[in-house]
């Protein structure tokens, strides 16, 4: 099933530095990311966000227009876009810095969304973030709502501050996904499975925590679904956890478990489900680390 998202959140220009010091720059943000990977995979992704009139700006425009995906129509402003400096040491692992503004218009939103999704910065960043929980509040209705910390320390600050903020999404939100290392950042503790599996008694029906070289594992009121890897030779890791979020709501789309309408049965969600999901979520992952940058894999590159 196709489905419509709006994806609310930072577009950012990309500035990477291989191990061996060589400089290139792309489109980035973790939101942007989720919104081309939802449109490459054939759905209709609404991008909120604040990018300006500059050449990296357009740079962003152009990329958005590549994969189709749409941006509202106060996503362009009269200012700098902005950028995050990814540092890949010898693995492909990267390490961030930011020189950011978050201030969006969310004027024009589309009226008929399937799924809001938000993650990362734009959900934490002050003033914007404000903005973004009217956003998920005002869609809760008719929507499902995705989140993902994507927790950024160098930008975040206090973990403790950003967990208050983070959990505050958790509780509107009916599917979360997490990274092992956000969520330790994030709760100061080794026992993430836990706190992931907890987050449930908050209100999401699903929640998915990634665990690198150790696959994935989902929480829903069926209980604990774990899945292996997929093994594949990594580039760079730029990336991947969005398109495992954007994979997480392909396949709920393809189940049919997307709108508010459906809210019951997505809190039903059976185990065999869950392991689809979550299959489908770490092969597009997969895609996007065998290759250099944030470049999810179109429907095409499919099998």
Request: aromatic share 4%.
């Amino acid at each position: 099933m196709n489905a419509t998202f709006l994806i609310a959140g930072e577009a950012l220009t990309d500035i990477v530095v291989d191990a061996d010091g060589a400089r290139r720059e792309h489109p980035g943000g973790s939101p942007l990311n989720v919104a081309v990977a939802l449109s490459r995979l054939g759905h209709d992704a609404h991008l909120l966000t604040r990018i300006g009139p500059d050449s990296r700006g357009d740079a962003i425009r152009a990329h958005l227009a590549e994969s189709d995906v749409s941006l509202t129509p106060g996503s362009t402003v009269d200012a700098a876009t902005s950028t995050a400096q990814a540092v890949l040491d010898a693995s492909g692992a990267a390490t961030y810095t930011f020189d950011l503004v978050w201030d969006p218009d969310p004027a024009g939103l589309p009226e008929q969304i399937d799924a809001v999704h938000t993650s990362s910065i734009a959900a934490v960043l002050a003033p914007g973030a404000a903005t973004v929980v009217d956003v998920l509040r005002g869609h809760r209705e008719h929507s499902t709502i995705s989140y993902d910390p994507n927790a950024r320390p160098t930008l975040m600050g206090d973990p403790v501050r950003v967990r208050e903020q983070v959990e505050e999404i958790i509780a509107l939100s009916d599917v979360v996904k997490a990274s092992d290392e956000d969520v330790a950042w994030l709760y100061g503790t080794e026992d993430v499975e836990d706190v992931v599996a907890s987050w449930r008694e908050r209100g999401p029906a699903l929640t998915v925590m990634t665990r690198g070289d150790e696959g994935a594992v989902g929480f829903a009121g069926s209980g604990r679904v774990q899945v292996s890897p997929v093994t594949i030779e990594a580039v760079d890791t730029v990336g991947a956890g969005d398109t495992f979020s954007a994979g997480i709501l392909d396949a709920l789309a393809a189940k049919e478990l997307l709108g508010a309408e459906r809210r019951d049965q997505l809190a039903a969600i059976p185990s065999d489900d869950v392991a689809f999901v979550l299959r489908r979520a770490a092969a597009l992952a997969a895609i996007t680390v065998s290759r250099a940058g944030a470049n999810p894999p179109w429907s095409h590159e499919l099998t």
